[in-house]
């Protein structure tokens, strides 16, 4: 770990594990926990890549796993296809009795662009309300556009809704107005931090301090650029440990629980 704490840092939006025909250099459990001790990065929360592109059944099987080798460095998503809504009906009660599970993770784009508002997702909304879930959503180059998000928000008011990627390519502006909108959304950095000029400090301006969180989509992307977009941007230090970790660990009531846990054993 990095000698240097300012924050306590939780990268929200992770991804674990090679895909075939892309290069992702330090995709595996170690290879990101070395990048994790050089940058100062407490935890990861993940889903595997298996399980958004291929195999969710294998894939949610080692994210648990590689959460259950390292407490407290790694936290799960367990990751939902709406193709198969058997298996989620089957799987997410079991997989959420281990409190090294914290949200769900879906992918419409990967899922075949099945819609976030078809009736094969709903079970996942009910779910995630009954129990306060987060559940985070990839947007942007294809998928749902933000009036499903809007109407998503009305629906399950108890399912707390993460905009993934901010929402790049369908407006920075229109998203954060959506989050300050709605008490249910959240805007998830990943993106703002590395791909797009001046919507960090937009985000910064215009977005409620207590509805970002900080992501990366490692080892989608170099966490050290997105570390330090951010850490460079000039946006008040507390307003940083809000977005670094402090609306998580509140939002995300059972990670805090398990994170909280884990710090009074060591």
Sequence with gaps: MSANKTYRI??????????WNFYLPYNDEQGMLDNMDRLGVDTVVFSSNLAVTADVERGNRYTLEVCLRHPGRYLGMYAVNPNYPE?????????FTHK??????IHPE?????????????PMFRYASERKIPILSHTYYGGDKLSVFEE??????????????????LGTGKAIDLCNKYP??????????????????????????????????????DPAVSL????????????????????FLRLYARAATALDGESAQR
């Design 10 to 19: 939780i990268d929200s939006h992770a991804h674990m594990g090679p895909v």
């Design 87 to 95: 298996v989620a009906a089957k799987e997410m009660d079991e997989y």
């Design 100 to 105: 090294e599970i914290v949200g769900i993770k």
């Design 110 to 122: 990967l899922s075949g662009d099945y819609p976030l508002n078809g009736k094969n997702c709903a």
């Design 152 to 169: 998503l928000a009305r629906e399950y008011p108890d399912a707390p809704l993460i905009i993934g990627h901010g929402a790049l390519d």
């Design 184 to 221: 249910n959304l959240y805007y998830d950095l990943c993106s703002p931090v590395n791909k797009r000029y001046g919507a960090l400090l937009l985000v910064d301006r215009e977005l409620d301090p207590d509805k970002a969180l900080y992501g990366t989509d490692v080892p989608w992307n």
């Design 228 to 247: 330090g977009s951010v850490l460079f941007s000039g946006v008040a230090p507390e307003k940083l440990r809000k977005w670094f970790s402090g609306n």
